[in-house]
DNA sequence: TGACTCATGTCAGGAGTCTGACATACGCTT
DNA sequence: AAGCGTATGTCAGACTCCTGACATGAGTCA
């Protein structure tokens, strides 16, 4: 602990990748509050609509919740007529989920308050900043997930 | 598999600060779990080791969770003799925390366990990356705060 | 074919966090 | 000096998400 306790948070990149994120998701409840819809909840539904027939397992890891939070939300969005899943599953358990029409709707709109938000956190940054901010971030998390180990991506 | 083309996740910065922080958040929690710790007990800690006296309501903004939160967390640590805070404010209502002797042993476990976690997430990454990822992560939660207009004061 | 492994959906219980509300203490303006 | 707005600490209730556990269905291998 000696030489370990000047650590700066302002110079703690673990620290400041806190912070961002804690900005950004309280910037995306606030202009998705109005339409009465959760960042999860707009995470499922704008994943829903690049992969539809998506399984409550699959939308959990996508939307960083476990596939129990996922359910429960999953049920309500039933319930509201935003997705609609098959009383069976067609094969094995899985139940694939699909937006309906009033679903996509609901995210046009968010996801138009999502990107100004995007817009917003991008304002000050050249597409070259742009571009290096999403290979770093990828590396940070494939550092992360991989344990030492060279993953190959597709 | 099924990669769709349409608005990428891939490509979407918010999406890959999200998953960054996720994967950050799931490797504290594991490593700090044996030490029985949660990651905003331990962000108490590392808080009040870099600013001695912090009140409850700084420290929750430092952890990004609400005074109401970090008061709970708080009442426990002291039972736990990890933190003391006088009966009464010296000032105010202000009620200045501090580490304990013990505290700072629990700190100077959980803080190894966590640099590693950084140490692995670093991995890969130049200095000079490193100091470019600071300076993006930075420059987006600043243009994120700042969401009314210009009111901004360091 | 049968055992084993893995993934999924679901139910139940609990820990952590949030919103709402209230009293108190400080600083600034009038 | 008094009023007003802001910030803090705290209590109470509700909610979200998580951990743990169970049964079911698919894929793999002997």
Redesign the interface.
Known sequence: ?SQ??G???E????Y?????????????E?VLRPLGMSVTHYSCL??L???PGLSSSELAR?A?VTRQSMNTLLQSLERGGEVTRPARAPVGKVLPTRLTAHGRRRLAAASAA?RS??V??????SED??A???R??????Q???GD?EAREQG
């Open positions: 602990m370990g306790e650590v700066d948070l110079t703690s990149l673990g400041l990748l806190k912070e961002a994120s804690s900005a950004l998701r309280s910037a995306m606030e704008e994943l609509a690049q992969r996508g960083f999502v938000v995007e917003r956190m991008l304002a000050g940054l900043e742009q290096d901010a999403l770093l971030l990828r590396s940070m998390t550092a992360l997930r030492g």
